[in-house]
C-alpha cells in the first residue's frame, strides 16, 4: 500500500515562512511534486523534483520563495515557503510518480499516480 503524508501546514502571517513536509512510503518514486487548491480554484502545480536528474520545477508564481527539496530518507520531500502572501492560501498536496519526468511534462498532476491527503495554509494578511 502506498502513502504519502503531508505535515507543516498552518496559519501564518503575510511575509511569514512555513515548511511542509511529505514522506512517501510503499514503493519507489522518480518524481515528488507539490500542487495547491485554494476555495473555488483548480488544483495547479506549485513545485516538483525528480531524483535521477536532481531537476527541480516551480510554477512563476512562487519562483524566488519557495523551495523544493528531497530529504535524506528516500521518498521524503520538503516544500520551503517564504515570504508568504494571502494568495499561497490553499490546501497543499504532496503527489508522487513512479515514471520519470521533465519539464513541462513535471507539471502535469496527470503524471502523479498518488497524492496525499493535503495540509492547509492559511496566510493571513
Known amino acids: 500500500q502506498v502513502d504519502l503524508v503531508e505535515s507543516g501546514g498552518g496559519l501564518v502571517q503575510a511575509g511569514g515562512s512555513l515548511r511542509l513536509s511529505c514522506a512517501a512510503s510503499g514503493r519507489t518514486f522518480s518524481a515528488m511534486a507539490w500542487f495547491r487548491q485554494a476555495p473555488g480554484k483548480e488544483r495547479e502545480f506549485v513545485a516538483a523534483e525528480v531524483w535521477v536528474s536532481s531537476s527541480a520545477y516551480y510554477a512563476d508564481s512562487v519562483k524566488g520563495r519557495i523551495t523544493i527539496s528531497r530529504g535524506y530518507a528516500k521518498n521524503t520531500v520538503y516544500l520551503e515557503m517564504n515570504s508568504l502572501k494571502s494568495e499561497d492560501t490553499a490546501v497543499y498536496y504532496c503527489?508522487?510518480?513512479?515514471?520519470?519526468?521533465?519539464?513541462?511534462?513535471?507539471?502535469?498532476?496527470?503524471?502523479?499516480?498518488?497524492w496525499g491527503q493535503g495540509t492547509q495554509v492559511t496566510v493571513s494578511s
Open positions: 503527489a508522487a510518480s513512479p515514471s520519470y519526468c521533465s519539464g513541462g511534462g513535471c507539471r502535469a498532476a496527470s503524471v502523479y499516480n498518488y
